[in-house]
């Protein structure tokens, strides 16, 4: 199994690791902590940044919040 967190460092806690070792209990597992650039970090706002791309993630979400199937044609993407 693979997991990624992104977490702000000031966020951690005895609960975050609590919660790592429940969901590998009695595995060893790797860690590996890396820094993200600022930039990196709002992914949302690079989504939205594409009005093309802001137009279609909105429709998406109105589907999902609508409880409608989401159609995607693999070969148009």
């Not at 005895?14 to 860690?31: D, G, M, R, S, V």
């Not at 919040?65 to 693999?74: A, G, R």
């Amino acid at each position: 199994m693979y997991t990624l967190y992104k977490i702000n460092s000031d966020e951690l806690n005895e609960n975050f690791i609590a919660a790592i070792k429940a969901q590998f209990p009695h595995q060893t597992i790797e860690i590996s902590i890396s820094e993200i650039a600022q930039v990196e970090q709002d992914e949302t706002a690079y989504l939205l940044g594409n009005p093309a791309n802001k137009a279609r993630l909105l429709a998406a979400i109105a589907q999902v919040e609508k409880n409608q199937l989401i159609d995607v044609d693999i070969e148009k993407l």
